[in-house]
């Protein structure tokens, strides 16, 4: 199962928590970043590890949202 996904704006990109359920009732937070980037969309996927787990969506999502804003802040353009 999904979380409701929600899209927030970070340095011109767009992140989308897209954490899912799995192992019982374990939320793994996963979000979506993308941008357009001269008329072509840029996206990439960022995870957490594997053994980083939430009991509710929310704070899969919440910790999501806080990867991929430090993945946005750390690449290199």
Same mark, same amino acid.
């Given at each position: 199962?999904?979380?409701?996904?929600?899209?927030?704006?970070?340095?011109?990109?767009?992140?989308?928590?897209?954490? @899912?359920?799995?192992?019982?009732?374990?939320?793994?937070?996963?979000?979506?970043?993308?941008?357009?980037?001269?008329?072509?969309?840029?996206?990439?996927?960022?995870?957490?590890?594997?053994?980083?787990?939430?009991?509710?969506?929310?704070?899969?999502?919440? @910790?999501?949202?806080?990867?991929?804003?430090?993945?946005?802040?750390?690449?290199?353009?």
């Amino acid at each position: 199962m999904a979380s409701t996904m929600s899209a927030i704006e970070h340095k011109g990109w767009q992140i989308e928590s897209r954490s @899912y359920e799995a192992d019982g009732n374990r939320w793994f937070p996963r979000a979506l970043v993308s941008r357009l980037d001269g008329g072509r969309l840029g996206t990439h996927d960022v995870r957490a590890l594997l053994s980083v787990t939430f009991d509710t969506a929310e704070d899969a999502d919440d @910790y999501a949202v806080r990867m991929a804003k430090t993945w946005i802040e750390d690449i290199d353009f």
